[in-house]
């Protein structure tokens, strides 16, 4: 198959590449500032409506599995056009590209889509996110459906494990605790955790 991943520098990404790879597909890593060195590299400004759809259209992809996000909780509040363009509007031209292309799009979601009274969620329950982000994903979700023909929306929690240029929670904990430092932590938030390479 040929698998257009966006994100794939980041912690989910850069595993679907990796995976994707090892199992004989041509994949097209593609990128905003740092370049994948497995795959083909692409770089590609997903909040550039003309530039998803030229390089989709030369592509053709299989499938799409949209990873790329803001996911910067409090971030997403200070710079609410930022989070706009990348979580929902991106959405919007990658789903309506892969229409076109006659694509499968995978779109990563959160479980931020959710206020988390409940807990244990599942696909039928209502969202009603309490930040923007969580907003924000959850238009990009709408919008997947809206446009896109074939679609899949995998909704997560907590991704951590190793790989990408960020810390993760794990990663963080680890590299605190492996210096001695005092860290601190919420006791009133529960989370299913999902390692990135098994959600890969």
Not at 15 to 21: E, F, Q, T
Not at 22 to 28: C, I, L, S
Not at 96 to 104: K, L, P, Q, R, W
Request: proline share 2%; glycine share 8%.
């Amino acid at each position: 198959m040929r698998i257009l991943v966006t994100g794939s520098s980041g912690l989910l990404g850069s595993k679907v590449v990796s995976l994707a790879l090892k199992r004989g597909h041509t994949v097209f890593s593609a990128y905003n500032k740092h370049p994948m060195e497995t795959g083909i590299a692409l770089k590609l400004d997903i909040t550039d409506a003309e530039g998803v759809k030229e390089a989709i259209r030369k592509i053709k992809p299989d499938a799409i599995i949209h990873t790329a996000a803001y996911t910067n909780v409090d971030g997403c509040e200070e710079n609410r056009d930022l989070a706009w363009r990348v979580n929902a509007e991106a959405c919007k031209h990658i789903a309506t590209s892969s229409a076109e292309v006659g694509a499968h799009l995978v779109y990563v979601s959160t479980d931020y889509v959710f206020n988390g009274e409940k807990g244990f969620y599942s696909e039928g329950d209502e969202p009603n996110p309490i930040n923007y982000y969580g907003y924000t994903k959850l238009m990009g979700e709408e919008f997947v459906k809206q446009y896109a023909k074939s679609w899949c929306i995998a909704g997560t929690s907590v991704i951590y494990g190793w790989g990408g240029l960020k810390l993760n929670f794990a990663t963080w904990l680890i590299q605190n605790l492996e210096r001695g430092s005092e860290v601190k932590a919420l006791v009133d938030q529960y989370v299913s955790p999902t390692l990135n390479t098994n959600l890969a």
